[in-house]
């Protein structure tokens, strides 16, 4: 060859070749080739020819069922071109077949169809996720009930609320986005604290409860329950999912997880459903449907969109999620109930001061705590 870039062409336009005889290893292998061919150039490299091999690749890649293995061929191309649509298309494509983060795979249709509105395969993709979405939704019910509470009455219907909708003064003057905290041990090993935001703007009601709950400082309700998430259990752990926890009215045996209290006197009314399972981290009140919550809590371990709509999203950890990763490796009894072999005890709560908050939010980039 005269040059490099010829040499990549080459291997490019001979990896197609063999792409179209369907010989998809002989395409790969030729498509590596040709990147190998425009890293060894040392003036003006031909990057749009390394695109052009990252794509097709994850295109032979695809026709083999190696679905992460194109996701990351895409990723390489879209490195040097951001918008080459049909790397767009492809990692979409492959992150549904491998149930990949369903808000990357909506973010890559998006671009797509941005750039070419009547992109028949964009526009297929689009469809095929908004399908996944409803069956996902429609399964969500039973997967409550299985993973995030038991406390469903007698005759298999939901518990409604029981107070009226109405926040006190108190409440009003809190509204300052509070941040909480857990301190966890696992059995008598301490394990450490986790920082909860609180957004007091958007869920007030949950919000109060939440605080009050961590405090303590609502004392007992008037059927004897102490209010107060101190001395509970953290009883379910689904890795890749969430944690749960913050039962008070049992805090021991095999009916944990099934109580159902908060300072109003009972199972709340929902509040901001808007709120979406977008990454970890986020706390969000278990229920078993509509207007059911109660005193316990779910922190999510990755994005849960299924669960859009169903529960209210009303704070994030901001502080202490490694924390919360230990929880996740914890071993549970089965994968019905996903309670821990070992008991892990939330042994003290309360809010924190607003130094402390200050101090806290100033030393810690949200974000960061979110991605590990």
């Given at each position: 060859?005269?040059?490099?870039?010829?040499?990549?062409?080459?291997?490019?336009?001979?990896?197609?070749?063999?792409?179209?005889?369907?010989?998809?290893?002989?395409?790969?292998?030729?498509?590596?080739?040709?990147?190998?061919?425009?890293?060894?150039?040392?003036?003006?490299?031909?990057?749009?020819?390394?695109?052009?091999?990252?794509?097709?690749?994850?295109?032979?890649?695809?026709?083999?069922?190696?679905?992460?293995?194109?996701?990351?061929?895409?990723?390489?191309?879209?490195?040097?071109?951001?918008?080459?649509?049909?790397?767009?298309?492809?990692?979409?494509?492959?992150?549904?077949?491998?149930?990949?983060?369903?808000?990357?795979?909506?973010?890559?249709?998006?671009?797509?169809?941005?750039?070419?509105?009547?992109?028949?395969?964009?526009?297929?993709?689009?469809?095929?996720?908004?399908?996944?979405?409803?069956?996902?939704?429609?399964?969500?019910?039973?997967?409550?009930?299985?993973?995030?509470?038991?406390?469903?009455?007698?005759?298999?219907?939901?518990?409604?609320?029981?107070?009226?909708?109405?926040?006190?003064?108190?409440?009003?003057?809190?509204?300052?986005?509070?941040?909480?905290?857990?301190?966890?041990?696992?059995?008598?090993?301490?394990?450490?604290?986790?920082?909860?935001?609180?957004?007091?703007?958007?869920?007030?009601?949950?919000?109060?409860?939440?605080?009050?709950?961590?405090?303590?400082?609502?004392?007992?309700?008037?059927?004897?329950?102490?209010?107060?998430?101190?001395?509970?259990?953290?009883?379910?752990?689904?890795?890749?999912?969430?944690?749960?926890?913050?039962?008070?009215?049992?805090?021991?045996?095999?009916?944990?997880?099934?109580?159902?209290?908060?300072?109003?006197?009972?199972?709340?009314?929902?509040?901001h459903l808007s709120g979406r399972h977008l990454h970890?981290?986020?706390?969000?009140?278990?229920?078993?449907?509509?207007?059911?919550?109660?005193?316990?809590?779910?922190?999510?371990?990755?994005?849960?969109?299924?669960?859009?709509?169903?529960?209210?999203?009303?704070?994030?950890?901001?502080?202490?999620?490694?924390?919360?990763?230990?929880l996740e490796e914890v071993d549970v009894r089965d994968?019905?109930?996903?309670?821990?072999?070992?008991?892990?005890?939330?042994?003290?709560?309360?809010?924190?001061?607003?130094?402390?908050?200050?101090?806290?939010?100033?030393?810690?980039?949200?974000?960061?705590?979110?991605?590990?």
């Open positions: 060859m005269d040059s490099g870039r010829e040499w990549a062409e080459q291997c490019k336009e001979d990896g197609n070749k063999a792409f179209k005889k369907g010989e998809w290893e002989e395409a790969v292998r030729l498509y590596l080739e040709g990147v190998a061919a425009v890293d060894t150039m040392m003036m003006h490299p031909a990057e749009d020819v390394k695109c052009a091999c990252y794509s097709n690749m994850a295109a032979a890649l695809i026709k083999q069922d190696k679905w992460k293995e194109a996701m990351e061929a895409c990723d390489l191309a879209l490195k040097i071109d951001e918008t080459n649509v049909k790397a767009l298309l492809r990692r979409a494509q492959s992150g549904l077949k491998v149930g990949g983060r369903a808000v990357r795979v909506e973010e890559d249709i998006r671009v797509v169809l941005a750039a070419e509105p009547r992109n028949k395969d964009a526009l297929g993709l689009r469809a095929e996720l908004e399908r996944m979405g409803k069956e996902r939704s429609q399964a969500s019910v039973n997967k409550q009930k299985r993973v995030l509470g038991s406390f469903w009455a007698n005759d298999g219907s939901y518990k409604h609320a029981m107070y009226e909708d109405v926040v006190g003064q108190e409440a009003q003057d809190k509204r300052e986005d509070p941040v909480c905290f857990l301190q966890l041990s696992l059995g008598d090993a301490p394990l450490g604290t986790v920082h909860i935001e609180l957004f007091t703007k958007k869920a007030p009601k949950t919000c109060e409860n939440f605080r009050c709950l961590c405090t303590g400082e609502k004392g007992v309700d008037e059927h004897g329950v102490r209010l107060h998430y101190e001395g509970s259990l953290v009883h379910r752990v689904v890795k890749g999912f969430v944690v749960q926890g913050g039962d008070v009215v049992h805090r021991e045996g095999d009916s944990v997880g099934t109580g159902v209290a908060s300072i109003y006197g009972g199972a709340m009314r929902d509040e970890p981290g986020q706390v969000c009140m278990a229920n078993s449907g509509p207007h059911s919550s109660g005193c316990q809590f779910y922190i999510t371990l990755d994005e849960a969109p299924w669960l859009d709509r169903d529960h209210v999203v009303f704070g994030q950890v901001i502080s202490g999620m490694p924390v919360v990763r230990k994968e019905e109930d996903h309670r821990p072999t070992k008991d892990i005890v939330i042994t003290g709560s309360g809010q924190c001061t607003k130094e402390e908050k200050a101090s806290i939010k100033a030393s810690v980039n949200p974000k960061d705590v979110w991605s590990k």
